[in-house]
């Protein structure tokens, strides 16, 4: 047998591939914007469309504190899994667990705003289509931040048992991957519903 | 050594409870016995929409026929078209990618086992909750049980109103699954041919069938994810009141045929290119030369993958799109020939001069490559919006597409069947039946899709239950009938050569074809961990540099 399939184990020197955890997030990163687009699209679509009130204009209310909050979250995760690299356990639990306070106050903050929107506006998803579109886009994106929030506290349990230290970094990664991208995708429905349509 | 593997593995089968191998099999992370449940459970699905397609045609022989009845006859239509292109094709697809994708890079499995077995799982619970529909769709109402929407269930048939009870729901929840499935696939498929390969497997030096699985699982990721989007869109307008597609609130119908065709001209790209990748890999080793212009074929796959993205609105020229739309999504349309014909003449440049030997699998191939050309060449034709106009939404529209998927998608996987086959088993499929299969399979194709682009031209609308005499759809109607039961013998015929070959088939050995990829340099079946000790490449064709140390390919790189 000659090299080409011979068991002759060469070294692999210079030979990398990327990561294939990264490769996976990015491609399922790529999967969930063409559903994020295809909700974008729809909204803009209905902007003005719908044939009954309220609209947009005269009920929604700009959340900018807990937009501030879930956007400075991917800050303190990104310097949480920086500290996690250098091996500073303490920092990192500490900016970890701070995003999910963060994460959290964003989403309590969704919840108030639908609350005074179905109870004191009475918008529901079935009013009309700004009431559709609205509820199925910011839905959606809550939707991937409560799924952000369970892995990100699994991680935060798993680091409470120490089973998370540096050399785990590389997975935590893509997991930070995630959560950044759930955050620019708040950018965008942010500049949509908020600006852009009311 | 890689015979002992062999009889090891037989040894230990042996004396086994089938429980025990059952359960092994269910519970299997391993991608090779993926990919043969995948093929395993299209072939299952074939058969089934094959039923559907022969009751269909049945129906149609002579006008005024009153085999089913109207609801069943749409019945049996949706879900020809749905069961064949979610249940069979892409199926059938990720199952060659799952077991052909680790071993032609020379990697041991795919980069998530998993991953991999929970997506086929997910397809699996689709395809059976498709066909619950029989049994649940009912709902209080006796309202009908499949679904019987068309394949695309353009609204506002799916709303509440027209299509009460649950068989719409069954639907779009199956397609959901199904859809969640196949990106987990398709993310698995880029990750292991990004993240797997050999040590010397350059991305130049791929075979094309990793390159084209490539681009086939981005296109899964850009196209199914907005066909889920969509049904999450309608399972909202059918269980929340909400009014994405609702008219009478000011939702718009158009939408969704948008957000369906978005999905479903990629869609076609996705079932055809993996279609190319077996050709790519079968023409070259059975007409004895490399691939002619791999740079050039790599390039025009990825070019159909971004055209094809841009062209989705020549399904709806006859709705009244502005004159810009449809001259735009004409020009793509048109676009997309480019390259394919590309591929084509690559393929002829590849025959060219070879010392070219018709065995079963280059026969299909070359059957493909004859009818998927004259499948394209109506679909320029198609693609053109003013003659769209004319012959939207007719029989000439049901025989072009047929002509893509039986003529091209169809006879390639045929080929694969038989090229790979020796390798999945260990046995060779009986050479005879196949030539039998492949002959007989030819003429009902031709019998049926050819002829079926006349009573096209003759205004015989798609989806039509009956017709009335005088019309002069008779003969056609009748020929396109007896062409399917021919194609039902054919299939027939390669589900027995299946069974019988792989008790009684010659054996394979590692390299039946005198092939150049590194599936072949393992034992057949290959064992659990593939390759012993993880190859090396230098070129293109390693096993050519292994059989040729006196000329290898490396040298020409």
Redesign the interface.
Known sequence: MSTATSPVVQPAAGWTLPYRGKVAMACLIFAESAIFTIFVVAYLFYLGKSLTGPTPREVLEVPIFYSVCLLSSSLTLHFATKFLHGGKRGAFLGLWFLTIVLGALFLFGTAQEWHRLIYERGLTISTNLFGTTYYALVGLHGFHVIVGLLMLMIVLLFAFLGRVGPEQSARVEVLSMYWHFVDAVWVVVFTVVYVLGR | MSSDVMTIQKARTADRPWVESLHEWVTTVDHKRLGILYILYALVFLVIGGIEAIIIRVQLTRPHLDFVSPQVFNRMFTMHGTTMIFFVVMPVLFGFANYLVPLVIGARDM??PRLNAFSFWLTALGGFLLYFSFLGGNGLYGAGSAPDVGWWAYAPLTSRAFSPGHSSDYWTIALMVSGFGS?GT???I???I????C??MKLSRMPLLAWLYLIMA?MV??A???L???Q??LS??RY?????FDTQ????AT?WMH?FW?FGHPEVYVLVIPAFAFASEIIPVFSRKPIFGYPVMVGATVCIGFVSMSVWAHHMFTIGMNSYANSFFAITTMAVGVPTGIKIFNWLGTMWGGKIQFKTPMLFCTGFLFQFLIAGLTGIMLGAAPFNWQLSGSYFVVAHFHYVIVGGILFALFAAFYYWYPKITGRMLNESLGKLHFWLFLIGFHLTFDVMHIPGILGMPRRIYTYEPGRGWELWNLIATIGAFVQGIATVIFVMNLIVSYWKGQKAGNDPWDAWT?EW?VSSPPPAYN????????SRR??W??KH?ED?DSRYE
């Open positions: 980069a998530f990106i398709a993310i698995n880029i990750a292991t990004l993240c797997m390969r040590p010397g981005g990721i850009l199914i994810s907005p889920t989007a969509a999450i869109m909202i307008d929340l009141g909400g009014h994405f609130a000011g939702g718009s939408l957000f978005i590194l340099s390759f012993a000790s993880i190859p090396t490449v230098a390693p096993l540099d292994q140390p290898p």
